[in-house]
């Protein structure tokens, strides 16, 4: 992200220094060159010493022991895997530049601090103002013109905002309902009201692609984080997000956005997917040479090896379900469940199906391993894919729990969604 333009959800820098305690997570810089910021980190779990997040075998390292101190020995690499499930918030940017992440909604959670004065301000928490209910009118409202799938055109009355957050369903889709913790994403038209500038959203940029979060999810601006919910995929709404559903009377000094600025945002609802989804649909049989599968609904696919196959020297993959979406690109964040086995004896070591959690990532990040990373990029959302891993692209030599040195890998990944998003895992 560059100085010059931030993201219709970031939060603006407030100026002031925050404290960084000792259970901060340390933010890899490359992540916050990638992201053109210093995103804020989060507090360690609950009880570092006998508490760590679930190990997730698509990550390209492994944890190490603990330190003295009770805290990973490298937190920094940690914040690589794209899993740290719940520590970091990591915003990313793809083609258009935008993403709609608030983040650090609580005061007393430590930020980190700019290297420097030349560098991108800190995204600091805005002033938490009462989040107005949501109504689905006001005594004065935009005019919105434009199909759902498109850009829409916002024509701004001459009269101010009331104050009013309003949400309204401008069309109703067919699709499944956003229930709170659901993944959705979301294509978007944004303006400001007082000044009647337009807020660069996710249609008319080049490569422009939607939103990827969770609902409800407290990771966003209350005008989107909440906004979706009780609506259906294919809906289109048109949003009125007063200071107080927005950046607060802080405002957003990198978009313009002054502190007394009500936000109009026009809403398409993508695509709605629950944390425990898994794809359905005509499944054609991997190769005679391929590890065999066995669909199990919600449960772990059972993976059946090829008795006295040779590991493979190079990737290879297979389409199980041809899904109909477009196919995914390098650098944006993806949505899988997943199962994992080894190639030798078709062992489950992990699988997002036991959590009941759709697991995210973003490619070419190197959050992955390099055989996901190739394997995934390429393929079309609605697919299911089954990828045999050689070494060289896995863990190579090393040795994790249950996964030997050297091992051929063999997963099952259902490709549920994608857009732009920070890894969230």
Known sequence: MSEKASSPGEADNTGNKPSVDRESIVVPAEMLTQAGWAPPTAPAGPDARTEQAPQVFASNQRKVPLSEAGYD???????????????VLAVLLVASGVTMYYVNKDDSKPTAKA????????????????VPPIKDSAKVLPTVAGDFGSKATITLPKDAPDGTFVVKELSAGSGAKVEKGNWVSVDYTAMDWQTGKEIPGSYG???????????????LI????????GHKAGSRLMVVAPPGAAFGAQGNTQLGIAGTDSLVFVLDIRQATAPNAVLSGDVTAPPADFPQVKDNGTKPAEITPVKGAADPTELKSHVLIQGKGRKIESGEKVLVQYTGALYKDGKKFDSSLDRGQAFTFTTGAGSVI??????????????????????????KDQASESIPANSTLVFVVDILDAGVGGSEG
């Open 73 to 87: 020995e490298d937190p920094g690499g940690a914040g690589k895997l794209g899993v740290i499930l719940g520590s």
């Open 115 to 130: 290297d420097s004065a030349s560098a991108s301000p800190s995204a600091s928490a805005p002033s938490q103002e009462p």
């Open 222 to 229: 209350p005008a989107l984080d909440n906004a979706v919910e």
């Open 370 to 395: 390099e055989g996901w990373d190739k394997g995934i990029v390429g393929q079309n959302i609605g697919s299911r894919v089954e990828l045999v891993i050689p070494a060289s692209m896995g863990y």
């Open 205 to 219: 940029e080049q490569n422009g692609k939607p939103q990827l979060y969770q609902a409800g999810g407290g990771s």
